[in-house]
């Protein structure tokens, strides 16, 4: 039997055809996803905001990507106005490399023109937020009732700012590494083992997982 031998000219055409199909599939594909998530956004009665303004509390280094940049993402998509705050000036950046331009200090956060305050954890929270500045800005969020939100190892800063007493909370923890509940415990609050719980206006988170859920838990109390 002879052997069938294609030309150049069938064999770049076939090639050409097949770049061509796949480019139409995969254009098909990609507005028919379009189509979908336009759908659903339509079905999800998302809440506006747009006259809503948080301040997100990060470490100026190491903070917990997830658990800013999701949040972040949620708010902002229902409207809200978002800036950040840190122990220092510049661009501030996370655990995984993301980057973030501080807006203000922890000390220049003027709760008057903002409706809730966000703490964010990662490695570097304790280091940089676990003093005075940020116990001030808890305890004043606090007393001028407005929203207060913490997730990951960060809920222990409002603990030792005294806010937590009496009040229900999750942080994070590890079975090697309990430190954090004692600590919401030793002063005075209520320790649950949840990814999120809410207790008024304060909601604490127990870590990165939990960014989405922490982030609507954010968005339903400011409706």
Known sequence: MRDVVLSPTITFFSFLFIIVVVVLVGF???QTLKSMQASAILKYNMPDLGNKKIVMVIAFKNFRDEEYFVPKGILEYAG???KTASNQKG?????DGGEVEVDLLVSEVNLYGFDAVVFIGG???LLSL?????YRLVKDTVSRDKVLASICVSPTIL???????????????SLMDKGPIKILE???AIYENKPVVVDGKLITGNGPDAAKQFGEAI???LE
């Not at 661009?91 to 655990?95: C, E, I, L, N």
């Not at 676990?130 to 940020?134: C, H, L």
Request: charged share 25%; proline share 2%.
């Open 159 to 173: 603990a030792k700012a005294g806010v937590l007493k009496g009040k229900r909370a999750t942080v994070w923890s």
């Open 91 to 95: 661009m501030a950046v996370g655990t």
């Open 80 to 82: 809200a106005e978002v």
């Open 186 to 188: 030793d002063n005075g």
């Open 123 to 125: 490695p570097g929270c």
């Open 28 to 30: 098909w594909s990609f």
């Open 219 to 221: 968005v339903k109390l």
């Open 130 to 134: 676990d003093n005075e500045d940020s």
